[in-house]
């Protein structure tokens, strides 16, 4: 990149507003719901399941068949192809066949006049059911030997030895709960039926491709007759990876077998009841450590409830193994991970991809330690830092860029760290029921697709005879400003104002076989995807316009004044009038795919990471010790998104990613009763952050630095390593329920969320020890 283009580094830090700000801020923006519809358009509703394992000994739709709108009904017997929706291994029907595996999986599919329809009619089948004994939590499922994958190791040394012979030792075990993405627009498909065995899904999903390869198979077509397009989604989170596939292939179907249009809008509650959530997480360690805070030795065992299927739950959980280690060198060090099936859900893809959870249990561990050693954590983090001979993680990967100690010291001082925690210590003293506390947690994230044959990205870009430019790729927009940064390096490549530059729906049949939208690596891979399309045009234009003035071709220059060949300025748009009359091609595909990763699963060694992502937060909180409430008072964060595509696009992923980690953490609580079954379901239930929980002093700055690897502008990915930065807010939750029981040393038994009943048992606990 900065070989074949030095100017594109010189550059400042662009702020350009996000693409579609415009178009939400007026209403017009559309999404796959706001798409025209003709009038003989057909709505869907699933028939769900109201048992949680069971097999189906007779289901009677004569009812549903017959209700007021109903069109037509479908089940499992009438699909063409492969009933199957499962991203990578073929256990997840769109219709159950047979059995039910959790509750709420849908049975059977309504086609009516309008949704309200679809949705009545969907609860009127009779269902007689064989139940049989069911999975619910992590330690049934671990007593009935239920599994979606054997249990991995990774390890370095020899933890047992080192924990035998280490000066002190801890344990502890804690759980974390799951996440509902809780996107501000629900799952939506709208599928078109064309010619000849054709259909044309409009679907709000982070992975075209996938859900084009599902649905061809679905109906019993080919891939190219199936066309998946996207022009933006309300939000995805991952949640709308894989999950959002049934909704395209329901309405696939329908389409295909009536011929008409069909349109799957899922309600609210239907739409949190059928996807998929964060992986929920227990925890058990054994540490052991010096005077000095240093990990000698450690033991850690994670232990998730992946749901009825697979999904991508091998992946999420070898991600979680990844983060364990977080900023930290660990010597000794065992993980072992166990993937739960159980008769819910299954959990799915959300930002961090697992990531969140390994990282917290070891701050959670570092936190652990400093208590037992009446130590600052912060002095503890920083004696466990990845640094010169001690560079190597658990997986075999050298940290070779590391900058968190520099960053981490940088905040600490910027952010007036030890000052403040002594104005803390000495608010707890004088403060017998308000108790507070502060923490400065780090974040390491590894960026690329550990499933290394996604690391690939393509792009198209056309340029028009009157210099204006298109530019299509991979990558789908779901709100985190992918479009403009890659129509940013399009227009930088030319010279051109962004305006210049017309961005275009995603879309299967422009840029084929893409990978899904995730893992933090869309400007990554698409942004030079595009810049290598565009550089290609831009060398065909040099060459004829070095052939045509007569120059050579490193006298021919694009700039913000034009075009110079030569002795000649020109504007880009007589450029490309020039160069169409010339028979010059002005359009190139574009493809990348990310250098230098591999990864030995089954040993669990490997590069499985293009780069890291670093950042660190400070975060101050006060709780009330009579009712378990909490308040985030202060939030400062530094991160590193290397020379950044769009300043102002960053720093709103980095506040956006903080506070919904915040609510992972201290708010969103998922409540399931004991047959599996959701019980937080609406916004009446299920507590999202909203703007009274973003803290008053609220900071964002970027670390001043560029990536060590030669991606595009030499930048870094953000969309998920800022979701582990509220590890702060629990960390500093931890210590200040730790001094609501002064003299005891001891780490509360907090799980995640911190809700205020959890705090409150917390101090109680801690108060009876």
């Not at 799915?348 to 652990?368: K, N, S, V, W, Y």
């Not at 905040?411 to 707890?428: C, I, M, T």
């Not at 509220?726 to 210590?735: E, G, K, Q, T």
Request: aromatic share 6%; net charge negative.
């Amino acid at each position: 990149m900065a070989e074949r283009d030095p100017a594109w580094q010189a550059r400042a830090r662009p702020e350009n507003p996000h693409d579609s700000a415009h178009l939400h801020v007026t209403g017009q923006a559309r999404y796959a719901d706001d798409a025209p519809e003709p009038v003989d358009m057909l709505h869907l509703a699933f028939g769900q399941a109201g048992e949680t394992c069971a097999r189906i000994a007779a289901m009677d739709l004569s009812a549903v068949r017959a209700a007021e709108g109903v069109v037509a009904v479908y089940t499992a017997a009438d699909i063409p192809g492969d009933n199957n929706v499962g991203p990578v291994r073929h256990d997840e029907g769109l219709l159950a066949d047979g059995e039910v595996t959790f509750p709420g999986q849908p049975l059977f599919l309504v086609a009516a006049t309008s949704q309200r329809a679809a949705r009545k009619a969907a609860r009127l089948g009779k269902v007689v059911y064989e139940t049989q004994p069911a999975v619910v939590t992590i330690a049934e499922a671990r007593a009935a030997g239920s599994r979606i994958e054997a249990t991995q190791r990774m390890a370095r040394g020899d933890a047992g030895a080192a924990l035998e012979a280490a000066p002190h030792r801890i344990a502890g075990r804690f759980a974390m709960g799951g996440q509902d993405h809780f996107y501000l627009e629900g799952h939506v498909s709208v599928a078109t039926p064309g010619e000849d065995g054709q259909v044309h899904v409009l679907c709000s999903t982070q992975h075209p491709s996938e859900v084009q390869h599902l649905v061809a198979h679905l109906l019993g077509v080919s891939c190219a007759d199936v066309t998946v397009e996207v022009r933006r989604m309300g939000g995805g989170f991952g949640g709308k990876e894989t999950q959002a596939t049934s909704f395209a292939a329901a309405a696939a179907l329908v389409a295909s077998k009536t011929g008409r249009a069909a349109k799957f809008r899922a309600d609210r509650d239907d739409d949190m009841v059928l996807t998929g959530k964060r992986h929920e997480f227990e925890v058990a360690y054994e540490a052991g450590f010096d005077d000095a805070g240093q990990i000698l030795a450690l033991s850690l065992h994670l232990a998730s409830r992946c749901g009825a299927s697979e999904d991508l739950s091998p992946a999420i959980n070898d991600r979680a193994m990844f983060h364990a280690d977080n900023c930290y060198f660990l010597p000794d060090v065992e993980i072992v991970s166990e993937r739960l099936k159980t008769n819910t859900v299954s959990a799915t893809a959300f930002r961090g991809f697992g990531g969140p959870q390994g990282m917290l249990a070891i701050e959670r561990i570092i936190d652990h330690v400093a208590l037992a050693l009446g130590m600052d954590p912060l002095d503890v983090r920083s004696a466990n830092l990845y640094g010169p001979g001690r560079a190597v993680t658990p997986y075999g990967m050298t940290v070779a860029d590391n900058i968190a100690p520099q960053l981490i010291a940088q905040l600490r001082r910027d952010a007036d760290y030890d000052a403040r925690a002594r104005a803390v210590d000495a608010f707890n003293a004088a403060s017998p029921i308000i108790k507070k506390g502060i923490a400065l947690t780090p974040v390491k994230f590894g960026i690329s697709f550990t499933t290394t044959h996604l690391n690939q990205a393509g792009a198209l870009v056309h340029v028009y005879a009157d210099g204006s430019i298109q530019v299509n790729h991979g990558g789908t927009e779901m709100g985190q400003g992918l479009y403009v940064k890659v129509a940013q390096v399009v227009a930088d490549v030319f010279a051109v104002p962004l305006a210049k530059v017309r961005i275009t729906s995603t879309r299967t049949d422009k840029v084929p076989n893409t990978s899904a939208t995730a893992a933090s690596s869309g400007s990554d891979l698409n942004g030079m995807a595009a810049y290598n399309a565009a550089m290609t045009i831009r060398d065909r234009l040099t060459a004829f316009l070095a052939r045509i003035h007569g120059c050579a071709a490193h006298e021919v220059v694009f700039s913000s004044e034009g075009v110079l060949a030569g002795e000649e300025r020109l504007t880009f748009a007589q450029v490309a009038r020039k160069a169409h009359m010339g028979r010059i091609s002005l359009s190139s595909t574009g493809f990348y795919a990310t250098p230098g990763i591999e990864y030995d699963r089954a040993a669990h060694r490997g590069r499985p990471f293009y780069y890291f992502a670093y950042g660190a937060a400070v975060s101050e909180v006060a709780i009330d010790s009579l009712t378990g409430e909490h308040k985030v008072l202060a939030v400062d964060i530094l991160h590193d998104v290397g020379r950044s595509l769009n300043a102002a696009v960053d720093k709103g992923q980095i506040e956006g990613g903080f506070l919904q980690g915040q609510g992972w953490l201290t708010t969103e609580d998922l409540v399931f009763d004991g047959k599996g079954r959701l019980l937080t379901h609406s916004p009446a239930t299920y507590k999202i952050p909203t703007a009274s929980d973003r803290a008053k002093h609220f900071t964002v700055s970027l670390w001043d630095g560029e990536n060590v690897e030669p991606t595009i502008n030499r930048s870094k990915a953000v969309g998920e390593p800022p979701f582990m930065l509220a590890i702060s807010v629990f960390s500093a939750l931890n210590r200040a329920v730790a001094a609501a029981a002064p003299g005891k040393r001891a780490m509360p038994q907090l799980d995640a969320p911190a809700t205020p009943e959890r705090v409150l048992a917390a101090i109680r606990e801690l108060a009876a020890r």
